[in-house]
C-alpha cells in the first residue's frame, strides 16, 4: 500500500501549537500514523461531510480529510474533545 502524504492547515497547525508538550507528542504520533492507515481501527467518520474523519489520541481529536485520488491526508482541526466540534 502507497504512503499518504500529510499536510497541516493553518489553523490545525496553530492548535497543534498550543497543546501541551507531552499531548503533542501523542497527537503528532497518531497524525503520522495516518501516512500508512488513513483508516485506522477506532477513527469515525462524521456526520455531513463526504470524506471527513476523526480519530482519537488521547482526550484530543484530529479532524481529518482523505483525498484517495492524490494518496493525500489534509489535518483541519486538532482539540481537546470537548472544542474541536465547534
Known amino acids: 500500500m502507497a504512503s499518504y502524504s500529510i499536510e497541516f492547515t493553518a489553523t490545525a497547525e496553530k492548535q ?4 501541551a508538550a507531552g499531548d503533542r507528542v501523542r497527537v503528532l504520533r497518531a497524525i503520522q500514523q495516518l501516512s500508512h492507515d488513513p483508516r485506522p481501527r477506532g477513527c469515525r467518520k462524521l456526520q ?21 485520488r492524490r494518496l493525500l491526508i ?13
Open 48 to 68: 455531513g461531510y463526504d470524506d471527513v474523519f476523526r480519530v482519537r489520541a488521547g482526550t484530543f481529536r484530529v479532524i481529518y480529510s482523505i483525498e484517495a
Open 74 to 86: 489534509i489535518i483541519l482541526k486538532v482539540g481537546h474533545r470537548k472544542d474541536v466540534y465547534r
Open 16 to 19: 497543534i501549537r498550543r497543546i
